[in-house]
């Protein structure tokens, strides 16, 4: 099931290291599963995503979540950035302690478009539009 799923997966240490990947993962960054195996998560992640992935591992870590979902950058190793959504949880042992990270990749496009123009101009459509109309 790990090797057919229409996703990337993969199962990372404590440690950031990537234990066991798919050929999905492998496709969306390019990566062989042998150099996945040599590279963190942080190798792979793009400088401005780098810190909020960090802060919800030390989140996981400290139990204070059990998992998180976000949409980030990965470097692939032709150069180009991969878009992904990524959902990643925490398994823990007996002793509570985590054993490894499960982590699934899917991909996604760019950034996202936002629905109105932003600033001023975007507070007036909103308005306007919520206004009652008078027949004419």
């Known amino acids: ?38 590279l963190c998560f942080q190798d792979l992640t793009h400088p401005d995503d780098l810190a909020a ?11 204070e979540q059990s998992s998180y979902m976000r949409r980030k950058r990965y470097f692939r190793k032709d150069g180009n950035i991969a ?30 478009a936002p629905k109105w123009p932003r600033g001023r101009a975007s507070k007036s459509i909103a308005l306007s539009s919520s206004l009652p109309t008078t027949p004419s």
């Open 83 to 112: 878009w992904i959504r990524l959902a990643t949880a925490a398994i823990r042992g007996d002793t509570g302690r985590i054993d490894c990270f499960v982590s699934v990749f899917e991909t996604s496009p760019g950034p996202y």
């Open 1 to 38: 099931m790990f090797e057919q799923a229409a996703v990337g997966m993969a199962i990372v240490g404590a440690d950031g290291k990537m234990l066991r990947v798919n050929q999905r993962l492998c496709e969306i960054v390019g990566y062989t599963a042998d150099e996945l195996g040599h």
């Open 53 to 63: 992935d960090l802060e919800a591992r030390r989140a996981m870590v400290t139990g």
